[in-house]
């Protein structure tokens, strides 16, 4: 079983639409991050976040501790939001000490 | 651009040769990771530098893989005698330690082929 896990895997939605993807988590962590990788390879760094919630324009990432669970959310899709979209952890201990553990990604494509 | 750069972009090269990536990191940062992404995979950790200190090395760093990072500043990563299963996306990342966050900033990767 792997320590991180995102659903959905795939999704397809229409412009304007509401998204959520979502990560559980199996350990214990001092941090989350969202992260985006467009065709090509090259990822950033969303968010960071260890509680609560935070937002960025159109992008809300949020996290419940006790249950081990953060949803990203993207408010009026648009196309320019293609992407995959990865849930990553710095967990307390393994995983390199701050080396990232990684889901394995939600590709996501918005239509016109 | 003052974010982090790999070279080269792609490398294609065939089984048994050497290989060596370069990563130059954000400048003030002082740590620099690698990870390695197979296709339609999440990124796995390799290895970890702290300055010119290599901390720690993933299970799947077999020993044809070697990184260094001789002045704490770029590193580079050695792959001897390349196999097939080698091929992926070799991604780096920098970070600064702060006040407990460490927000890592990657760098746009460089893709392995081995025929």
């Known amino acids: 079983k792997n320590e991180v896990e995102q659903s959905p895997q795939n999704l397809t939605a229409q412009e304007g639409e509401f998204i959520t993807i979502n990560c559980s988590y199996s350990v214990g962590i001092s941090a989350l991050h969202w992260l985006q990788q467009h065709p090509g390879g090259g990822i950033v760094s969303l968010f960071m976040l260890s509680s609560g919630k935070k937002k960025h324009g159109r992008l809300i990432a949020t996290i419940n501790i006790q249950e081990k669970h953060s949803s990203l959310h993207i408010t009026a899709s648009h196309p320019r939001d293609s992407a995959v979209y990865i849930c990553?952890?710095?967990?307390?201990?393994?995983?390199?000490?701050?080396?990232?553990?990684f889901g394995k990604g939600t590709h996501l494509i918005i239509q016109p | 651009d003052t974010g982090v750069s790999q070279n080269p972009r792609h490398k294609i090269t065939k089984r048994g040769q050497n290989v060596t990536f370069r990563c130059d990191p954000i400048?003030?940062?002082?740590?620099l990771y690698w990870y390695r992404q197979t296709l339609g995979q999440g990124p796995e950790f390799l290895t970890y530098?702290?300055?010119?200190?290599?901390?720690?090395k993933s299970r799947l760093l077999s020993d044809r893989f070697s990184a260094e990072r001789p002045k704490g500043s770029f590193s580079t990563l050695e792959i001897q005698r390349t196999e097939q299963g080698d091929s992926a996306m070799y991604l780096c990342?920098?970070?600064?330690?702060?006040?407990?966050?460490?927000?890592?900033?990657f760098g746009p990767g460089t893709r392995l082929t081995v025929l």
């Open positions: 990342a920098s970070s600064r330690i702060r006040a407990g966050h460490n927000e890592q900033f």
């Open positions: 530098f702290q300055n010119e200190a290599q901390l720690e």
């Open positions: 400048s003030e940062h002082n740590r």
């Open positions: 990553a952890v710095t967990m307390y201990s393994g995983g390199g000490a701050d080396g990232l553990t």
